[in-house]
Structure formats: C-alpha cells, structure tokens
C-alpha cells in the first residue's frame, strides 16, 4: 500500500481575508474553491506551484466563535531562500509571532491565529 502527501486543512473564520494573507505572507495561490451546494461551507485550497502539497482552507458559515487552538503545537512550515529578505516582509505585514535567530528560523501568525514556521531552505 502506498501513501502520497496531498493536502493540510485548518479551519478558518473568514476565508477572503485568509486567502489574502496566504497569497500576501507566503506567496500561495488559490487553486480552486469549493462551495457546499447548501452554503454552509466554502473551502479553498492554496498551492505553491513548486509543489503538490496543498493548503485547504475550511470556512464553516455557522461557526461564528474564533477556533480553539489550544497551545498551538500543531504548525505549517515553509522553507524560505532568503530568510532574512523573507523575516524582513513578514515584520512589515506584523505577522511575526516568534524568533529564533540561533535556529534561524522564526514563526507567523494568520489571522485566525494559526502560526507556520518559515525556515531556511537547507533544513
């Protein structure tokens, strides 16, 4: 039996505004939308164009509290070329969550609270 990575979902609150950010923040592009034929739900699924990994974006329209994310220990992670040309964007937006200059790796938030790891390209 054979497995292939295919895609990450996590859970949004306002999917034109998340959309926005990844396209922003991480350079991802929405490959394709999915709207539930009764409208309660609309999912959005993201790529980089270099991979076949995919993020999907969920927005459920009658879950009007923000999620619980608990700790947070769960996260995305994407791998920059130039981390520093790529820190000095993200603190521009004011998305920096965390940083670890010693690791040379440092987290984003998105607006739902979710944070990505970005990370040099050797890791």
């Not at 991802?28 to 270099?50: N, Q, T």
């Amino acid at each position: 039996m054979e497995f292939t990575f295919n895609h990450t979902n996590i859970n949004v609150t306002e999917l034109g505004r998340s959309i926005k950010f990844y396209e922003d923040a991480l350079g991802l592009s929405l490959l394709f939308r999915i709207p539930a034929p009764d409208g309660s739900f609309e999912i959005a699924f993201m790529g980089d164009g270099k991979t076949g990994h995919r993020l999907e974006l969920t927005y459920l329209k009658n879950h009007p509290q923000p999620y619980d994310l608990s700790d947070n220990e769960i996260h995305l992670a994407f791998a920059a070329a130039d981390t520093e040309a790529a820190l000095e964007k993200h603190r521009a937006m004011g998305c920096v969550c965390m940083e670890n200059a010693g690791m040379g790796i440092y987290f984003i938030e998105d607006p739902d609270g979710y944070w990505t790891e970005i990370v040099p390209d050797r890791i």
